[in-house]
């Protein structure tokens, strides 16, 4: 055998040697470095076994999570309250609402203010029915005090038996004197909720009780809303209990009125 011959010979056995697999030196302190590593990934299997332990763990959380997302959001969304007028009424909820300080003579306070959906009876033009609007507290403003704004607002008109949706629904809760209104746009006119009567300081004393339609400029159509009241309306807050008032027409001159003296 030349010399050529047995060094192509080593070569190729030192090639073929389990040792020298993956291993760069191919000595048997490298091969008891590999061992080491077979351990090591064994611990990391263990490793790896935690890490699925804890997110199982994790997964649990998450699914208590959810579940309590899930019971909040269907007290406003998911149940509703039974009603025989048609509407998908839902339960208001309550919400916490950071006012700033825009003047440290009047210091803001932050409101827990619920919902503001109301129920109104509706008669104008032949048209007798019910509407159901729902506002949301998005903010609030301060001036004397704290006031809520609902910049979150839709609603729905029911005309015999059937039901369905306006547009431009908005609710003005009506500065510190709480004078409140909800305005409408259907049938190409836009309507006003509003009191026909306020007292002491221009102060309303009762909930709105009358209708003002406009046409779809703005311009007055009739004013229902003066001392003849002529086109009366019974509105009812919605608590958060789902249950409201009456639609029996309650209404009585506000004390201090100057149109009733």
Not at 97 to 111: K, Q, R, T
Not at 114 to 140: E, I
Not at 192 to 204: E, L, M, V
Request: charged letters at 25%; hydrophobic letters at 30%; a negative charge.
């Amino acid at each position: 055998m030349t010399p050529r011959t047995a060094l192509t010979l080593a070569a190729t056995l030192l090639l073929l040697s389990p040792a020298a697999c993956g291993d760069s030196g191919g000595s048997t302190t490298d091969t008891a470095e590999s061992d080491t590593t077979q351990t090591d990934t064994a611990e990391a299997d263990t490793t790896v076994a935690d890490t699925a332990v804890a997110d199982t763990t994790a997964a649990d959380t998450t699914a208590e999570d959810t579940a309590e997302a899930d019971t909040g959001a269907s007290d406003v969304s998911e149940d509703t309250v039974d009603n025989d007028l048609g509407f998908t009424i839902r339960y208001p909820a309550t919400h916490h609402i950071d006012c700033e300080d825009p003047d440290p003579d009047f210091p803001a306070e932050d409101l827990d203010e619920p919902d503001a959906d109301w129920l109104c009876t509706f008669d104008y033009d032949g048209a007798s029915g019910h509407v159901y609007v729902q506002a949301t507290p998005t903010g609030c403003f301060v001036t004397l005090s704290s006031t809520p704004v609902y910049d979150d607002c839709a609603g729905w008109i029911a005309l015999d038996g059937t039901v369905s949706p306006v547009t431009d629904a908005d609710y003005d809760w009506g500065g510190n004197h709480h004078n409140d209104t909800i305005t409408f746009t259907w049938d190409g006119k836009r309507f006003t909720y509003d009191h026909s009567s306020f007292g002491w300081g221009f102060r309303q004393c009762q909930e709105m009780d009358c209708l003002v339609v406009r046409d779809s400029g703005g311009d007055l159509i009739e004013d229902g809303c003066t001392k003849d009241r002529t086109l009366p309306a019974v509105c009812r807050l919605i608590g958060t209990d789902g249950t409201w008032g009456s639609f029996e027409d309650t209404f009585e001159p506000c004390d201090g009125d100057p149109n009733y003296e």
